[in-house]
T-cell receptor, first 115, second 115 residues
Framework: AQSVAQPEDQVNVAEGNPLTVKCTYS??????LFWYVQYPNRGLQFLLK??????LVKGSYGFEAEFNKSQTSFHLKKPSALVSDSALYFC?????????????FGGGTRLMVKP | DAGVTQSPTHLIKTRGQHVTLRCSPI?????VSWYQQVLGQGPQFIFQ???????GRGNFPDRFSARQFPNYSSELNVNALLLGDSALYLC??????????????FGDGTRLSIL
């Protein structure tokens, strides 16, 4: 079984400040990890993924994520937040040993960036 | 290039009715997955199809069914609608499926409301 936890329902940050959105996961094998963003009345937009290799992954719009195997975490980060980053963020996992590509999502974290 | 397209965008049904939702994947993508996103929650996996065959099924009742056509488009069918089926239904496509690390690309969804 695989699962994802996003412990914060909402994260508030001032524009220009760094942001972190937390994610922890559980899989029986090794994980593929993904971050998606959802704007109002829209589908999910892919931001970045971790497959293997460097623990720091860079993605779209200046976002990056840090994979920590010992803590089973994959936190999303950005050095300087923009008001336009305000949206709903989802972390997702799949077990690399599973043939299918079913994603298991966390409950989402709403990011609010204030001017 | 066109992204994943879903139709209709909105739908209102009453309890007991049947509904069909449609999805066209990104050109060249052969795998289609369906997810249900209830308001305030993360997406939940319903089905995955690849090369017209079901490759995965989530924990949903038999009232939910799907199929994939030779052009890789897909339909999701839900019978005997319940109030709890009210949700945003998301379709996602990807290039391949087996053991793939490729991200899934999502459409904007069909918002289904049950009265």
């Amino acid at each position: 079984a695989q699962s994802v936890a996003q412990p914060e329902d909402q994260v508030n940050v001032a524009e220009g400040n760094p942001l972190t959105v937390k994610c922890t996961y559980s899989v029986s094998g090794n994980p593929y990890l993904f971050w998606y963003v959802q704007y109002p009345n829209r589908g999910l937009q892919f931001l970045l993924k971790y497959i293997t290799g460097d623990n720091l992954v860079k993605g779209s719009y200046g976002f990056e994520a840090e994979f920590n195997k010992s803590q089973t975490s994959f936190h999303l980060k950005k050095p300087s937040a923009l008001v336009s980053d305000s949206a709903l963020y989802f972390c997702a996992v799949r077990d690399i040993n599973n043939a299918g590509n079913m994603l298991t999502f966390g409950g989402g974290t709403r990011l609010m960036v204030k001017p | 290039d066109a992204g994943v397209t879903q139709s209709p965008t909105h739908l209102i049904k009453t309890r007991g009715q049947h509904v069909t939702l449609r999805c066209s994947p990104i050109s060249g993508h052969k795998s289609v997955s369906w997810y249900q996103q209830v308001l305030g929650q993360g997406p939940q996996f319903i089905f995955q199809y690849y090369e017209k065959e079901e490759r995965g099924r989530g924990n949903f009742p038999d009232r939910f069914s799907a199929r994939q056509f030779p052009n890789y488009s897909s339909e999701l069918n839900v019978n005997a609608l319940l109030l709890g089926d009210s949700a945003l239904y998301l379709c996602a496509s990807s290039l391949v499926t087996d053991y793939s690390n490729q991200p899934q690309h999502f459409g904007d969804g069909t918002r289904l409301s049950i009265l």
